[in-house]
């Protein structure tokens, strides 16, 4: 049984306030990841409140982006068209709440604590903010699951700070692709 995490595949990120040409490159990629991926698929979501620019994270990234139900919040088109359920809308950089997720998932398919549940595969953005912190917190929660980043679906704010995050991780146990 292997698990794939989308995260924040959000046009904000992509094209819009806070897009990169790196982001934009990788949804193909990320589409196709999804399309062949034999298994569960979680979605996350950057969501922010119209008060951003007030909260902690506002007051040192000042750039308004992921306000629940403007289009930037939205999921990319290309991604939207394959989701399957309900994406985790999660207000900070990492969620708790993608964690326990994961965990009612495993208990319901009888595979918690066993070797039944093979992987869990990252992608999406930003890889040094979203990817790493909820890589970070999986890996925490479940230390003996291999936890794999797949860097070919993955750009960071920068080229420079993704290779970072990458080898940050590896030094954790995560493997990256």
């Known amino acids: 049984m ?8 959000q046009n904000d990120f ?13 949804v193909p990629k990320v589409a196709e990841k999804i399309e062949e991926f034999d298994g569960k698929v ?6 922010h409140e119209i008060n951003y620019l007030e909260t902690q994270e506002g007051r040192k990234l000042p750039v308004t982006h992921c306000i629940r139900g403007s289009k930037g919040w939205a999921l990319h088109p290309r991604i939207e068209a394959l989701r399957d ?9 990492g969620s708790i ?3 326990y997720a994961v965990r009612d998932y495993l208990m319901d398919q009888g595979v918690l604590g066993t070797d039944t549940a093979e992987s869990i595969t990252f992608v999406g953005l930003c890889t040094d903010i979203c990817v790493i912190s909820n890589a970070m917190i999986i890996k ?3 230390p003996e699951l291999p936890v794999i980043v797949d860097a070919s679906c993955c750009a960071g704010t920068t080229p420079e700070n993704h290779k970072n995050a ?12």
Do not use: H, W
């Open 14 to 26: 992509i094209d819009g306030a806070l897009g990169t040409e790196e982001a934009e490159a990788i």
């Open 42 to 47: 979680f979605y996350t979501r950057d969501t």
């Open 97 to 99: 709440e993608l964690g």
């Open 85 to 93: 359920g309900e994406p985790i809308n999660k207000p900070s950089f």
């Open 140 to 142: 925490a929660m479940f």
């Open 166 to 177: 990458l080898e940050a991780m590896k030094m954790c146990q995560i493997e990256i692709e």
């Open 2 to 9: 292997k698990i794939l995490v989308v995260v924040d595949m």
